[in-house]
């Protein structure tokens, strides 16, 4: 407290010393003595240049730290990296993609249920928030459309790309899930000391990624239909609308249930993850994390290492 006062004390007389300078060359210039007015107002001049220029010049200072804290952080990853501390699992474009289907999801959840439940008064605030009950229907449409956007990217990342058609082999259901389903039960009713151990994706995650393709296939194909109502009817009966109607209205109540309830707890609220982990925005997990969560895709790493520096 008293280095703080001395700061803020040296500040002041040296506001003061300024202050005296400037009066006297301007007395020297002009030949007359300062009215007490005059010399206040040439105080409050110095003190709002200063405070202005320290202002930029903070502002400065804290951009050029920033970048050069992130330089740093940088050459720290890739060290990490280097040294197998720290395990990339997922590239920018599956990163990409979560992230657009994240925020298609999260918008079709706000904008959505409030048309369900449009009686409840908390609900009825959000179309409020929203703008009415026109601009919730543009915004539900408009991520629904992002939902489709990510839906296409995807299909093309599996049929293109080695990375995608990798990903999708091993996220397919094998005996081995149920396996380590039993193997996770016994652990937790305490028959075991030892949990089951994961490849790339657990059988946690893979409910997650197949519970996406069950949701997409009927909310964007009853959407769809309500969205395009006029040309449904031209070549449908009106009971099949009806039936699309129930059949969006249900799935998208258990689909945001499934996203609050299993995914948020599983990547952010579980006590080993809180408050969420940050894999899917840097790709990146600690070597710690990677035997913990997938020790055989990480010994599977371990021995593609050997291999290649084998071959050299």
Known sequence: MSEENDKKEWRVQAL?????????????????????????????????????RIKLRFEEL?????????REKKKDIKKAVAEGELLYRFGVNIRAQHFLLAVSTFLLIVSGLPL???????????????????NSTFLHRLAAAGLMTVCVWHM?????????RRDFWELLPKPKDVTDVIQNIRY???????????????????????????????????GLLLWLEWLSLRFL??????????????????????????HMYNAHLNPSKFPGTLVIWNGLLTKQEMLEEHPHEYEKRLKAAERKSGDR
């Open 188 to 222: 937790f009713l305490r028959l075991t000391n030892e949990k089951a151990k994961f490849d790339r994706y657990s059988y946690i995650e893979k409910f997650d990624y197949w519970a996406v393709y069950w949701g997409v296939v009927v909310m964007v194909g009853s």
């Open 16 to 52: 003061k010393r300024l202050h005296k300078e400037l009066e006297e060359e301007l007395q020297r210039e002009s030949g007359v003595m300062l009215t007490p007015e005059e010399s206040a107002r040439v105080h409050e001049k110095i003190k709002e240049e200063i405070g202005e």
């Open 237 to 262: 009966p009106k009971w099949v609308l009806d039936i699309a109607k129930e059949a969006h209205r249900d799935e998208a109540l258990l689909a945001t249930l499934a996203i609050v309830i299993w």
């Open 116 to 134: 369900r439940f449009h009686d409840s008064v908390i609900f009825k605030f959000i179309i409020f928030l929203l703008g009415g009950i026109q």
């Open 156 to 164: 093309g990342w599996l049929l293109v790309t080695r990375e995608g």
């Open 62 to 70: 804290k951009t050029e730290l920033y970048e050069e804290i992130l």
